[in-house]
């Protein structure tokens, strides 16, 4: 089967990778998909380096397989007070709709896994079997480091340019994140043209010219998506939202309902909610920042911080339409189950495919 030797490598069955899904993904998901022959995965880029321990602990005592530990490279945010001051007024209206006010300051309530050494000395630690990198790549001694451990490191592309990056800083895998993929984007420098390549056209770029095994992620819903990125050349396949509205999923009950009334072409691109590009369902908040004029949003995450309060708010008063409702162009064909059945399932669907 295309793909055998990254899943050699790692020790799976199947190429088929669960995206990390920081907030929505836990140990139950991440360890079914794993006991199911895939590689199951936890998103700690939103986790203190005691959260993160836990989350490795308590996948750990339900698969004895390996799973990614997936962080966020993000260049530390940039406090600028005049901006977020603006954004918080421009949001106050909305914040007003639900009987609160929105924050009178705002903070990082993040911290870039570059930055932090309590979580990278965890990693060191616990040396999980995969650790992949998203928003960027920590430095050259890090990687060393952790690479000493043993452990498969990947990072995500969304260019052909980040994929050199990632050959260059001697990584393993690569993710060629698509621009149908739900979250957020995984681009280096937000600040820099995004060329918005399609998952499988960026896939056939990244296999033309490197050679490392490339991870196909964004839009992919089935085993005949799965089978299709192998044909181009990919190793494996990567995906989010199919397992959003699983049954291990931390998804509130609003999110799996927006999910499960996706139609096609039901999500955008929006960088209001958090402060970087990511990949939402249509709802409130994407139909808010879609009617603003020339949005100046304060870095990501301190803009997370304002989004964050603004759910909170809308969520108190009934209304399930402002959060982080994260999501690929696949949404109109999200099939809940239980994330074993959803391996299985594709397992199926992927050997009918390839028959």
């Not at 008063?317 to 994330?339: I, L, V, Y």
């Amino acid at each position: 089967m295309p793909g055998q030797e990254i899943t050699t490598r790692i020790g799976l069955d199947w190429p088929i990778f669960q995206a990390p899904m920081a907030g929505v993904s836990t140990p139950e998901m991440a360890a079914a998909v794993s006991n199911a022959g895939g590689l199951g995965a936890l998103g700690i880029g939103a986790a203190t380096a005691d959260q993160a321990g836990a989350m490795i602990c308590a996948t750990r005592s339900l698969t004895p397989k390996p799973f990614n530990v997936n962080v966020f490279c993000h260049r530390p945010a940039q406090a600028d007070a005049e901006v977020e001051a603006a954004w918080t007024t421009r949001l106050a209206p909305l914040f007003a709709r639900f009987g609160a006010s929105p924050p009178e300051s705002l903070s990082e309530i993040y911290t870039s896994f570059c930055a932090d050494s309590a979580v990278q000395d965890l990693l060191l630690t616990e040396a999980p079997a995969v650790v992949s990198f998203h928003f960027g790549l920590p430095d050259a001694d890090l990687v060393q480091a952790l690479q000493a451990k043993g452990i498969f490191l990947m990072a995500t592309a969304t260019s052909l340019t980040e994929g050199r990056a990632i050959a260059a800083a001697g990584l393993d895998a690569i993710v060629a994140q698509g621009w149908e993929a739900g979250g957020h984007r995984g681009i280096f420098d937000v600040e820099a043209p995004d060329a918005r390549q399609d998952t499988f056209a960026l896939t056939r770029a990244l296999v033309a010219e490197l050679k490392l095994p490339v991870i196909a992620a964004g839009g992919m819903m089935t085993g005949s998506d799965i089978a299709q990125a192998l044909r181009l050349g990919a190793s494996a396949a990567q995906l989010g939202t199919a397992f959003v509205g699983c049954d291990e999923s931390q998804a509130d009950a609003g999110y799996r309902e927006t999910l499960a009334q996706a139609v096609a072409g039901g999500t955008r691109m929006t960088a209001a909610i958090s402060g970087r590009p990511a990949r939402c369902l249509v709802n409130g908040f994407t139909t808010w920042a879609e009617a603003q004029e020339e949005l100046c949003i304060p870095d990501y995450p301190i803009a997370y911080d304002a989004g964050k309060a603004l759910n909170a708010a809308a969520k108190s008063m009934g209304e399930k339409g402002f959060g982080a409702q994260w999501a690929g162009t696949g949404a109109d064909r999200s099939r809940p189950m239980a994330s074993a059945d959803l391996v299985h399932l594709l397992v199926q669907e992927l050997r009918s495919a390839q028959a």
